[in-house]
């Protein structure tokens, strides 16, 4: 069974950083898109940031310039650096993964406060 595991968020002050890891477990598979999601109070879940196995990255309008999305394939990880936050980043964020066999699936989630 192919579990996604997140974890490094928290409280930050805005204009402050984190940084976002999560791994894949789950053996036989290739993962061709990795990417983060995040969904705050009362609104819909929406793109954050994607990125390919070949490292095609793909952003969000109000992240570009302050996130950046990377992936270690061989540890079947995907990050989110965030930079310069601001309190419209408060959210949970979700990891998300496409594997071989058309299959694809959510970590549980992490919740980011940008706070003062």
């Known amino acids: 069974q192919v579990q996604l595991v997140e974890s490094g968020g928290g409280l930050v002050q805005p204009g402050g950083s984190l940084r976002l890891s999560c791994a894949v477990s789950?053996?036989?598979?290739?993962?061709?898109?990795m990417g983060w999601y995040r969904q705050a109070p009362g609104k819909e879940r929406e793109l954050v940031a994607t990125?390919?196995?070949?490292?095609?990255?793909n952003y969000a309008v109000s992240v570009k310039g302050r996130f950046t999305i990377s992936r270690d394939n061989a540890k079947m990880t995907v990050y989110l650096q965030m930079n310069s936050l601001k309190p419209e980043d408060t959210a949970v964020y979700y990891c998300?993964?496409?594997?071989?066999?058309?299959?694809?699936?959510w970590g549980q989630g992490t919740q980011v406060t940008v706070s003062s």
């Open positions: 990125i390919t196995y070949g490292g095609s990255t």
């Open positions: 998300y993964a496409e594997w071989n066999g058309g299959n694809s699936g």
């Open positions: 789950g053996s036989g598979i290739s993962i061709y898109v």
